[in-house]
């Protein structure tokens, strides 16, 4: 009898264990939805996020506008590390603006603000950014740390750092 309370008050704890970790209820947690519709669980982590279907990639995650001037620019640099490092890296690109009249010259994961989940806080418990000015990009290693978060008006000074990065982290 004494084995079977064992048994059974284990099999409870695994259980409460695990559906904490996937409540979209939790602070820690929250689902962003593609353009495309498909959903992606992220976990914000000490000095990250883990995306749970890029474990093992670097990721670099851009908020950006619809219409900043900026943003557009950097869409064929991004294109081209999307096809460059497409085996090691995944590229998102979180709107924080706009309606997305340019996400089909974006050959990479696109997410609307209005499916962003809690990214937005979860970028700003990080980082600190809050939203104003765009584009933003932040760099994630293969275990979900921030190694890169900057403003990127000037992306023609970033660019061999960015590719830099990549390739030491690959």
């Given at each position: 009898m004494q084995k079977l309370k064992i048994i059974l008050i284990t099999i409870i704890s695994i259980f409460f264990t695990l559906n904490a970790k996937i409540n979209p209820a939790d602070t820690n947690h929250t689902i962003i939805t593609t353009i495309n519709g498909k959903k992606i669980e992220v976990n914000k982590i000490n000095k990250g996020f883990i995306f749970d279907k890029f474990k093992g990639k670097i990721v670099l995650l851009e908020v950006y506008g619809d219409s900043c001037p900026h943003c557009l620019r950097a869409i064929p640099f991004y294109n081209k590390l999307q096809n460059r490092?497409?085996?090691?890296?995944?590229i998102i690109a979180?709107?924080?603006?706009?309606?997305?009249n340019n996400?089909?010259?974006q050959k990479y994961i696109t997410i609307p603000?209005?499916?962003?989940?809690?990214m937005f806080k979860f970028i700003k418990?990080?980082?600190?950014?809050?939203?104003?000015?765009?584009?933003y990009l932040?760099?994630?290693?293969?275990?979900?740390?921030?190694?890169?978060?900057?403003?990127?008006?000037?992306?023609?000074?970033?660019k061999f750092k960015?590719?830099?990065?990549?390739?030491?982290h690959l």
């Open positions: 490092y497409k085996k090691d890296i995944v979180l709107e924080s603006y706009g309606s997305l996400a089909n010259r603000k209005s499916k962003s989940g809690k418990d990080l980082t600190g950014y809050n939203m104003q000015m765009v584009p932040m760099i994630f290693d293969k275990n979900g740390k921030i190694i890169y978060n900057k403003m990127l008006f000037d992306l023609d000074k970033e960015i590719e830099d990065l990549i390739k030491r």
